[in-house]
């Protein structure tokens, strides 16, 4: 059994790039699904698909993203910021920048799940799950 969910989700993830799997499958949850849609969004994974709905808690199918002539994925690299035993949490002024800009950074507020970007633009911090590049 593992105590944190974000984490599995993203060594899953992180996993099927390195070897190169097309198709990824993840437990459920509002979380994780609020993740992946941003992921999609940002243009890191090709696809994505909610399965088992209507059990307790379904799956998530993620297509990956890779690059059509190296066979590089399109996730450089996909971290794990706060942790169950050291929440970071930050203000909306003390957002991380990614790369400068380049990359993401995913924050849990009270308005729900977005990027750094969305965050300063609605004045609202939160805990950074996870940063993207």
């Known amino acids: 059994m593992y105590t944190d969910p974000i984490s599995d989700f993203l060594t899953r993830v992180r996993n099927a790039m390195m070897a ?4 990824v499958e993840i437990p459920a949850s509002n979380l994780k699904k609020e993740i992946t849609k941003i992921l999609f969004e940002q243009g890191y994974i090709l696809n994505y698909k909610f399965e088992g ?9 993620i297509a990956l993203k890779y690059d059509k002539i190296t066979k590089e994925p399109a ?16 203000g909306a002024k003390d957002l991380p920048r990614v790369l400068n800009g380049l990359g993401i950074a995913i924050i849990s507020t009270s308005r729900g799940v977005m990027t750094d970007k969305q965050a300063r633009r609605d004045n609202v911090g939160g805990e950074v799950l996870c940063v993207v590049y």
Request: proline share 7%; hydrophobic share 20%.
């Open 20 to 23: 190169g799997h097309k198709v």
């Open 53 to 61: 709905l209507d059990q307790p808690q379904g799956t998530i199918k």
């Open 75 to 90: 996730i450089r690299k996909i971290k794990r910021s706060s942790s169950p035993g050291l929440r970071q949490y930050s």
